[in-house]
């Protein structure tokens, strides 16, 4: 069964940090570019950035330098850590193989 599970969301002070996770099954992460989204309230959902099969990353420009996604190929998943959090980070975070498989989202929320 092909399934992408998102994991490490949860509270967080402004400033702080979370690793999120994204674990596949049923297929293998290398051979697709990972993308990381999230949704806030009220918006729209938006591209956080993506891994490419070959391992290149690309960010969205508002977070390049306290995002950064990496990949664990030996345990089939893909990371997006997150530094430096605010209150505008707060958003169900999802992940994303190739253009088909999408997780089931995972909570981040930035307050004090």
């Known amino acids: 069964q092909v399934q992408l599970v998102e994991s490490g969301g949860g509270l967080v002070q402004p400033g702080g940090s979370l690793r999120l996770s994204c674990a596949a099954s049923?297929?293998?992460?290398?051979?697709?570019?990972i993308g990381w989204f999230r949704q806030g309230p009220g918006k729209e959902r938006e591209l956080v950035g993506f891994?490419?099969?070959?391992?290149?990353?690309i960010y969205a420009n508002s977070l390049k330098g306290r995002f950064t996604i990496s990949r664990d190929s030996a345990k089939n998943t893909v990371y997006l850590q997150m530094n430096s959090l605010k209150p505008e980070d707060t958003a169900v975070y999802y992940c994303?193989?190739?253009?088909?498989?999408w997780g089931q989202g995972t909570q981040v929320t930035v307050s004090s």
């Open positions: 994303r193989a190739g253009s088909q498989y």
């Open positions: 049923g297929f293998t992460l290398d051979d697709y570019a």
């Open positions: 891994i490419t099969s070959g391992g290149s990353t």
